[in-house]
């Protein structure tokens, strides 16, 4: 019902910056949260950053003031600027959908922060 197209991963060094994007369409409804999970090897699948249609953000601990989650309702898509970029950060990151009982992934994306 919901596709999620996801881009901007890749290789980058620490310090870094990265912007992932995500698209969503479909059976899209007005009323929305989309956010950004990640899952590093061995570990489960963790909240990264989320944002609501009315534009209220929600950040894990650990990325707080590095990362800015966004998004540009008229397209549909979310961003996630991260900046200052760890080895800790390394994981698939994931988009995800949801209103109510309606749950959505994209595909993944890897991020690598590495020298």
């Known amino acids: 019902q919901v596709q999620l197209v996801e881009s901007g991963g890749g290789l980058v060094q620490p310090g870094g910056s990265l912007r992932l994007s995500c698209a969503a369409s479909?059976?899209?409804?007005?009323?929305?949260?989309m956010g950004w999970y990640r899952q590093a090897p061995g570990k489960e699948r963790e909240l990264v950053a989320s944002i609501s249609s009315g534009g209220i953000t929600n950040y894990a601990d650990s990325v707080k003031g590095r990362f800015t989650i966004s998004r540009e309702n008229a397209k549909n898509t979310v961003y996630l600027q991260m900046n200052s970029l760890k080895s800790e950060d390394t994981a698939v990151y994931y988009c995800?959908?949801?209103?109510?009982?309606?749950?959505?992934w994209g595909q993944g994306t890897q991020v690598t922060v590495s020298s």
């Open positions: 479909g059976s899209i409804f007005s009323i929305n949260t």
């Open positions: 995800r959908w949801n209103h109510y009982a309606l749950n959505y």
